[in-house]
């Protein structure tokens, strides 16, 4: 029987539509707009200003702290300007904006298509250079990566899990990149041991990608300590806490990390990055992005340069079609809608998704029932319907007490109500109430 987690989960339609397309590269565009906070943590610092040449690869922005990233050019040319841009959050952040000249790279980058295997640097070495390289989480969560190498003191990794399950409907970039790049892959995933000083790597995939997962088997002969353990097809799967328990049977308690668990997960994008790092001194500059929708006229797989406006990439499928009702970021699920195409892709831009307007209206929410069905979808054991009561009625100190912050905002529950319920909504509010709350007591 194929490995899964115990508790809950629902399985929506899969609309894989783009997973048999390869990467393509997206042509450059004339202008990028690059978010110098593409990461969780403290953005970083503008480094360069109006007037300035750059080429690709050239750090324009400096880590903010110890939980930040470097950003680099991702394109040559000249700083427009530094600005105010809205990204795909909805917010304005600022942003240094270049026209662009020719393609010129920073000469430290190996640009060929040489395949390098071996590497002989300390965990030290590596983790410098992953964080020089600014990578950070490409599945989406978008966390430092060098931060995850370093295991906090009194805490150590025993194994490191990479994820690629890849769980939410339509997005294909994960598979497209293990199909392609499955060597680089594997890699990077040597490499992230490396660092980590663990000897065990566990490649999670969820079955629905086979060819994926015979495609790693039958490299894995050169790769010691490495496997690959296909899943069953279950969403939220690529939970960090879900697929733990799926491939180690280990449990993260509540408002606990991987790493209580002797656990570190990365995902099967953020791998390949610390290979281009590690290997061909390559920062992340770029990144693979699913466009897709059932409207759409040629879902694909781009390799996206940051800062390249998300319109472009939706001209590249073939325009925004007719019927469009939403364009989200990221998947059906977890994804977040945007209001305007101007705004520019980034490192954690996973997928677009364009959703037609039959189904992307939100229907008028029904009392609730009592049915119980988020309750039993709930991968975090929590009380759905509980949760969005309390926080209605801003009972905040409840909210902390039916462990609201657990919620991993994967959607089962609103997806299932048979009311309509905008139960993530009232959720998220109710996280916000409790982080502030949070806050508030720190400060005494
Ligand atoms: S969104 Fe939160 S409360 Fe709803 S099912 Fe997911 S984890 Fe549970
Ligand atoms: S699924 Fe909807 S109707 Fe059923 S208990 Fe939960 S909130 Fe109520």
Not at 58 to 74: K, L, R
Not at 137 to 149: C, D, E, Q, R
Not at 254 to 264: F, H
Request: proline share 6%.
């Amino acid at each position: 029987m194929l490995k899964t987690f115990p508790k809950g989960g629902i399985h929506p339609p899969e609309n894989k539509l783009s997973a048999d397309k390869k990467i393509e590269v997206l042509a450059i565009p004339k202008q990028v707009s690059i978010p110098v906070s593409q990461h969780i943590g403290a953005p970083a610092k503008v480094s360069v200003k109006k007037g300035d040449i750059v080429k690709v690869g050239q750090v324009i922005a400096e880590q903010g702290g110890f939980v930040s990233a470097n950003i680099h050019s991702s394109v040559s040319g000249k700083v427009f300007k530094v600005d105010a841009v809205i990204d795909t959050s909805g917010y304005k952040k600022q942003a240094v904006i270049i026209n662009v000249e020719g393609d010129e790279w920073d000469e430290k980058i190996d640009r060929s298509e040489d395949f390098i295997k071996d590497f002989n640097y300390s965990s030290e070495e590596i983790i410098k250079k992953v964080q020089e390289a600014g990578v950070v989480g490409l599945g989406g969560a978008t966390f430092p990566s060098h931060v995850k190498l370093m295991p906090p003191k009194g805490t150590k990794a025993e194994i490191l899990i990479i994820n690629g399950v890849e769980c939410e409907p339509y997005l294909t970039s994960d598979h497209r990149l293990m199909l392609e790049k499955g060597k680089e892959m594997l890699v990077g995933t040597e490499i992230l041991m490396k660092a980590l000083k663990v000897d065990k790597a566990i490649i999670g995939i969820e079955n629905n990608k086979s060819d994926a997962i015979s495609h790693l088997n039958s490299l894995l002969k050169d790769y010691k300590g490495i496997t690959v353990v296909p899943l069953k097809v279950q969403y939220p799967q690529g939970g960090e806490k879900q697929l733990i328990k799926a491939v180690t049977g280990r449990e993260v308690p509540s408002g606990g990390l991987p790493i209580a668990v002797e656990a570190v997960v990365h995902n099967v994008g953020t791998a390949y990055a610390v290979y281009e790092a590690v290997q061909k001194n390559k920062p992340l500059i770029e990144r693979v992005v699913t466009i897709t929708g059932k409207s759409v006229k040629n879902p694909g797989n781009y390799l996206v340069r940051f800062g390249t406006p998300v319109k472009d990439l939706i001209e590249a499928s073939g325009g925004l079609p007719e019927d469009t009702g939403k364009i989200i970021s990221g998947g059906p699920m977890m994804g977040k809608a945007l209001n305007t195409t101007d705004v520019p892709v980034a490192k954690g831009t996973s997928g677009i998704l364009i959703m037609p307007k039959d189904e992307s209206k939100r229907r008028a929410f029904k009392p609730c029932i009592r049915c119980a069905k988020c309750v039993e979808v709930c991968p975090m054991g929590l009380e759905p319907f509980l949760l969005m009561t309390v926080a209605e009625k801003a009972l905040i100190e409840r909210s902390e007490k039916e462990d609201v912050m657990d919620c991993i905002e994967c959607g089962s529950c609103s997806y299932v109500c048979p009311s309509d319920r905008p139960l993530l909504d009232y959720i998220r509010l109710g996280k916000n109430q409790v982080g502030a709350l949070r806050r508030a007591r720190s400060m005494k």
